[in-house]
């Protein structure tokens, strides 16, 4: 009889994920590879996931979620999302640091538009294929198949979050540094909270797209740009960060509040209402 999707899948496949990531901080930190290969660690979540299906179903399971990637039919409006919205909530964050902070944000300071290409393209690649594999193409659906969407992305926001912490260890990551300024476990809080927030849009885009993990992907990658290599919302100051993450809990808010419809599995029929008495 096959196993429900639970509290022991997801720790199999959390577990592994973070061995796989950590592993190549550790050896790095004891000078066994070059410091470069700290990004390979970045491949831990999909390469768990597909170790993790293999064994549950072989081939078959494993080409099955390798399809997931060349899902790429979605409503326009979810890849606009996907592309450029999250450059709102980073400029917000920015000007409102400014005021908080008295180091007002200046438009000007900005990059030309033109460099948020190869940000996109590359930050895809290595952050958006190399987690979302596992995040959004293995553990999102099948939390879907026994939780609501909310709860479901509750859960993979923290496991997310989580996976982060051996980052806040690592010499040169800027984590580290937010570590400094506001205390080790403000830190690891803060960007828990960050992921869990962020994982509310990731669920919304997943049922928008059948699934694709391409889509997430994508917005992995501009995401990641936008938050942090074009506008950058720390700015040497872990405020940014803080201000960023309450900005995007209002945000991931009111797009349940204006989609909360859409929050539910692709056919899935609404609740129906008890009969009046």
């Known amino acids: 009889m096959k196993r429900e999707f639970g509290i022991v899948e997801i720790s199999k496949f959390f577990l592994l994920a973070v061995v796989l990531s950590a592993g190549p901080i550790a050896?790095?930190?004891?000078?066994?590879?070059?410091?470069?290969?700290?990004?390979?660690?970045?491949?831990?979540?999909?390469?768990?996931?597909?170790?993790?299906?293999?064994?549950?179903?072989?081939?078959?399971?494993?080409?099955?979620?390798?399809?997931?990637l060349f899902k790429?039919?979605?409503?326009?409006?979810?890849?606009?999302?996907?592309?450029?919205?999250?450059?709102?909530p980073s400029l917000i964050s920015v000007y409102l640091t400014g005021f908080i902070t008295g180091n007002a944000f200046a438009f000007d300071t900005l990059p030309p538009l033109t460099a948020l290409i190869p940000m996109f393209v590359i930050l895809t690649i290595f952050a958006g294929f190399g987690e979302e594999f596992g995040w959004r193409g293995y553990l999102l659906p099948n939390l879907l198949k026994r939780q609501n969407a909310i709860?479901?992305?509750?859960?993979?926001?923290?496991?997310?979050?989580?996976?982060?912490?051996?980052?806040?260890?690592?010499?040169?990551?800027?984590?580290?540094?937010?570590a400094q300024q506001a205390g080790l476990f403000s830190a690891i809080a803060g960007y828990?909270?960050?992921?869990?927030?962020?994982?509310?849009?990731?669920?919304?885009?997943?049922?928008?797209?059948?699934?694709?993990?391409?889509l997430a992907a994508v917005y992995h990658g501009t995401g990641n740009a936008w938050i942090g290599g074009y506008i950058d919302v720390y700015r040497g100051d872990v405020t940014g960060v803080f201000v960023f993450t309450g900005v995007m809990i209002v945000f991931s808010f009111l797009l349940y509040i204006a989609f909360g419809k859409e929050l539910r599995p692709v056919g899935q029929p609404a609740p129906i209402a008890p009969p009046h008495p």
């Open 27 to 68: 050896l790095v930190g004891a000078g066994y590879l070059p410091e470069w290969s700290i990004q390979l660690g970045a491949l831990g979540p999909s390469v768990a996931a597909f170790v993790v299906v293999f064994s549950q179903g072989g081939f078959t399971n494993f080409k099955a979620l390798g399809k997931d």
């Open 192 to 214: 828990t909270i960050f992921c869990i927030a962020w994982s509310v849009q990731y669920t919304w885009i997943h049922l928008r797209s059948n699934g694709s993990v391409l």
């Open 151 to 178: 709860v479901a992305s509750l859960i993979v926001g923290l496991a997310w979050g989580l996976w982060h912490i051996p980052l806040f260890f690592t010499p040169g990551a800027v984590q580290g540094e937010w």
């Open 72 to 88: 790429w039919r979605a409503p326009i409006h979810v890849w606009l999302f996907a592309l450029f919205v999250l450059a709102v």
